[in-house]
């Protein structure tokens, strides 16, 4: 099986079609204080230009992460076809929007927006510098 690796600095018409054909659970990797990278799955959607669109509850270690080192990758796989996101993360933190976003983010994902009702969310704007499909 032929193999093609493209990376691009941009998110393409290509990758953006790709990453929205159906409903994908990215895998985040942010940097732990000892320099290792800590790992977990989270919902996502598009936003303008080279912008994903994630939310987190306050307090979460990947919040703690992200506030001492912006950078972030994220991978999206269906088998041996993938997509890897490298950039760095913007922290929103308007508890309003933040509410406003995960409960769209429910809605993407087929969960309960009442469910976050009280909850103190912070929205993550990925700014992506690379993106990279192997297929």
Request: hydrophobic share 40%; net charge negative.
């Amino acid at each position: 099986m032929a193999e093609t690796l493209v990376s691009t600095p941009t998110l393409s018409l290509e990758i953006r079609s790709w990453l929205m054909a159906e409903l994908r659970f990215p895998v985040m990797a942010t940097i732990a204080s000892d320099g290792m990278p800590s790992q977990s799955v989270i919902w996502f959607d598009l936003a303008a230009g080279d912008v994903v669109l994630m939310n987190t509850r306050v307090g979460r270690i990947k919040e703690r992460h992200l506030r001492r080192d912006p950078r972030v990758s994220l991978c999206f796989e269906q088998e041996n076809d993938y997509v890897t996101l490298a950039g760095r993360a913007e922290l929103i933190d308007d508890p309003e929007r933040g509410l406003r976003d995960i409960q769209a983010l429910a809605r993407r994902y087929g969960d309960d927006p009442a469910a976050f009702e009280g909850q103190h969310r912070v929205t993550i704007l990925m700014h992506v510098e690379r993106a990279t499909r192997h297929t």
